[in-house]
C-alpha cells in the first residue's frame, strides 16, 4: 500500500481546475528531496524538441499534460486497478534541457534518469519529441540490453537526415541498437504506415531482427492478438515501451508534428496500452504531443489518458530495481 502523502488530490476536495497543476495531481518530489527515496514510480516531464525535423511543439508538452491531467481520477474504469494507492507515484519535474544545443540537452536528461534510477524509481515520460528516449535509454539500458514495445506511425529507424544529422527524433531507436541499449530480438514496432522516400529503415529492421507490425497487419489481426505476439517477443525480461501520440490517427490526436492518417482511434489506442499488462516495464514514455496544434488540448488529453494506462500496467509489474 502507498503512503497517503502519495495519494493525489481528489476533485471531490478541490475542483479539478484549481491548484497548481502536478502530473495527475501527485506531489512534486525533486530530485534533492528527502521523500525522494519513497517514491516508486516517477513521472518526469521533458520539455525538450529540438530532434524535431517538421512541425516543432512538443518541448510544451509536459506543460499541457500536466494540465489535462487534473481529468484523471483515482481508478481505472476498464480494469479497476487503482495505481495510486498500490505504489508511491509522485511527479519528479522536469529535466532541465539545453534548448540550443541536443548533445548536452542529451547528456543533461541521462545524467537526471540515471539519479532516478538510483533511487530505485520507475521513470514514466511525458515527452517531448521521440528523440527524448534516446538519453533515457542511454541510463535504464547500461547495464544489459532492454526489449522494447513501441507504438508509433513512424519506425524511427532511420540512419541520418539532412546530410549527416545523427540525432533527430526519426533516429533515436537506430542509435539504441548501435550502442547496445535495446535487444533487436526483442524489439517489436506497431502502427507503422504512411508514405516514404525510401524503405532504408525497414530494410535495417530486418537485418538486426526487429518485429515490424504494419498498420495493415494491426487492422487485420485486432488489438488482442497483436498484443498477444508483442508480449511474446519481449517475454518476461526487462522491457521499455514508448508510445509515439502519432500511432493514433490524426482525428483523434490533431496535436502532432508529424500525423499520419489511418490510424487507431482514441479507445484502440488505450487497448493497446492496457494490453501491456504482464510486461515487465522498466520505463515507458509518452512523446511527440505538440500543444501548439492541439487548440482543443484534445491529444493531451488522449495523451495523458495512455500514460495513465501504462502507469496501471507498471504497478501491476516489478521493474528494474526490484
Ligand atoms: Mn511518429
Ligand atoms: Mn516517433
Not at 519535474?93 to 538510483?118: C, E, H, K, Q
Not at 515527452?127 to 539500458?141: A, K, M, T, V
Not at 504494419?214 to 525480461?237: H, L, N, P, Q, S
Request: hydrophobic share 40%; proline share 8%.
Amino acid at each position: 500500500m502507498s503512503d497517503p502523502f502519495f495519494h493525489p488530490v481528489s476533485g471531490f476536495d478541490l475542483p479539478r481546475y484549481a491548484g497548481v497543476p502536478t502530473f495527475m495531481r501527485l506531489p512534486h518530489v525533486e530530485l534533492d528531496d528527502t521523500r525522494l527515496e519513497e517514491v516508486d514510480i516517477g513521472i518526469i516531464g521533458v520539455p525538450w524538441d529540438s530532434g524535431t525535423t517538421n512541425r516543432p511543439g512538443p518541448r510544451h508538452g509536459p506543460r499541457q499534460l500536466r494540465d489535462m491531467s487534473t481529468m484523471i481520477r483515482a481508478q481505472n474504469g476498464a480494469t479497476g486497478v487503482r495505481p495510486f494507492e498500490t505504489l508511491n507515484c509522485a511527479d519528479l519535474g522536469d529535466v532541465p534541457p539545453n534548448p540550443v544545443d541536443i548533445l548536452d540537452s542529451m547528456d543533461r536528461i541521462t545524467a537526471f534518469y540515471d539519479r532516478v534510477i538510483a533511487a530505485g524509481i520507475r521513470p514514466l515520460t511525458a515527452g517531448g519529441d521521440h528523440l527524448s528516449s534516446l538519453p533515457i535509454l542511454r541510463s535504464l539500458g547500461k547495464q544489459s540490453p532492454l526489449g522494447m514495445i513501441h507504438f508509433d506511425s513512424h519506425t524511427d529507424l532511420f540512419n541520418s537526415y539532412f546530410g549527416g544529422a545523427k540525432y533527430t527524433h526519426g533516429t533515436p531507436f537506430r542509435r539504441a541498437i548501435e550502442e547496445g541499449l535495446l535487444d533487436p530480438k526483442r524489439v517489436i514496432q506497431i502502427g507503422i504506415r504512411g508514405t516514404a522516400y525510401d524503405s532504408e529503415d525497414i530494410d535495417f529492421a530486418t537485418s538486426v531482427g526487429i518485429r515490424i507490425i504494419c498498420i495493415e497487419e494491426f487492422f487485420d489481426r485486432g488489438v488482442k492478438d497483436v498484443m498477444a505476439e508483442a508480449r511474446d517477443i519481449v517475454g518476461t525480461a526487462p522491457t521499455y515501451v514508448s508510445y509515439d501520440i502519432d500511432f493514433v490517427d490524426p482525428t483523434f490526436a490533431p496535436g502532432t508534428g508529424t500525423p499520419e492518417v489511418g490510424g487507431p482511434n482514441s479507445f484502440e489506442a488505450l487497448q493497446v496500452a492496457r494490453f501491456l499488462a504482464g510486461v515487465d516495464i522498466v520505463g515507458a514514455d509518452l512523446v511527440e504531443v505538440s500543444p501548439p496544434f492541439d487548440p482543443s488540448g484534445s491529444t493531451a488529453f488522449l495523451g495523458i489518458s495512455i500514460l495513465f494506462e501504462m502507469l496501471c500496467c507498471m504497478v501491476t509489474t516489478g521493474g528494474l530495481n526490484r
